[in-house]
């Protein structure tokens, strides 16, 4: 369980409150409710789709057979597992309040962190719904398709990154996972 505040909730908490007074001293008080006014409209905009994305996560979590994402995904999948999680993060549609909570869902159900970072890379990099809506139209379909053949070997080399520095920082959570 994580806690709800944090070192990173206060740091933010206390930027904000600075940037909060420097605003009211430059704008006075309507410039603060103009931000918060405006801020609070694009909370409300955003919240449907993090409860979503929230939601999704913790479904998939539970209907997920371990087993089966264990062996697809897990510690013992070897290349195939880097592979299989790097095509996921590609086709994965969705901003971050889809791809996160997908990536937390993978790793409660037994996927490991190699095959966990190579979704989340992929997605990041390579990504078909960023790439078809945007890059095509922008940069052409040249340019589009040299960039994602290049970053292909990326998500893969990041997830055998992640599962070797795993391994040697958490011995013992990799050699209990490995049981599993």
Request: one cysteine or more; hydrophobic letters at 50%; a neutral charge.
């Amino acid at each position: 369980m994580r806690k709800p505040i944090g070192w990173s909730t206060i740091i933010i908490a206390a930027l904000v409150a600075v940037s909060a007074g420097l605003v009211w001293r430059r704008d006075g008080t309507d410039g603060v409710l103009e931000i918060l006014t405006h801020d609070l409209s694009l909370f409300g905009g955003i919240l449907p789709r993090v409860l979503a994305g929230c939601l999704l996560g913790a479904f998939i979590s539970e209907i997920l057979p371990h087993e089966k994402v264990s062996r697809s995904l897990g510690p013992k999948s070897g290349l195939m597992g880097l592979l299989v999680g790097t095509a996921f993060g590609a086709i994965l549609p969705g901003g971050p309040f889809t791809a996160y909570p997908v990536a937390s869902a993978l790793l409660a159900v037994g996927a490991d962190f190699g095959a966990t970072i190579a979704m989340v890379v992929s997605w990041t990099l390579i990504g078909y719904g960023r790439a078809v809506a945007w890059e095509i139209p922008i940069m052409g379909t040249d340019f589009t398709l040299w960039r994602i053949l290049i970053s292909l070997p990326l998500p893969v080399l990041a997830g055998a990154l992640g599962r070797f520095v795993y391994v040697r920082i958490y011995p013992q959570t990799a050699a209990k996972d490995d049981e599993n």
